[in-house]
Nanobody, 131 residues
Framework: QVQLAESGGGSVQAGGSLSVSCVAS????????MGWFHQPPGKEREAIVF???????RYTKSLLGRTTISRDIAKNTLTLQMNSLKPEDTGVYYC?????????????????????????WGRGTQVIVSG
């Protein structure tokens, strides 16, 4: 059974940095697409970063230049480093494992579709950006 566990959320001032991690069990990183997803308060979950099995990463436009996804295969851990945080980055951050290849195109995917094609999800970690 696949289990994903996020950690590292917290409160930070606008302009600050935060790193959130996702530890996988029952699943091996590098075997399929994984992603990070953001759910702002009162809104739907949205995809923000994908990483392919081969390590190629793709970011939603709003995060380009201030976010980096990385993975440690030996530790089976996926990490999202976020810099220059803004109040609109507030929300719950989820990691998920999904199809063999990450969805193509832009990041305008409806939540119901993401929940369908990514079949393993963590419980999320809360990030609050104030200021």
């Amino acid at each position: 059974q696949v289990q994903l566990a996020e950690s590292g959320g917290g409160s930070v001032q606008a302009g600050g940095s935060l790193s959130v991690s996702c530890v996988a069990s029952g699943y091996t990183l590098g075997t399929s697409c994984m992603g990070w997803f953001h759910q702002p308060p009162g809104k739907e979950r949205e995809a923000i970063v994908f990483i392919e099995a081969d390590g190629a990463a793709r970011y939603t436009k709003s995060l380009l230049g201030r976010t980096t996804i990385s993975r440690d295969i030996a530790k089976n851990t996926l990490t999202l480093q976020m810099n220059s945080l803004k109040p609109e980055d507030t929300g719950v951050y989820y990691c998920a494992a999904g199809p063999k290849s990450c969805p193509p195109g832009t990041f305008s995917y409806p939540e119901w579709w993401l929940l369908r094609i990514f079949d393993s999800w963590g419980r999320g970690t809360q990030v609050i950006v104030s200021g």
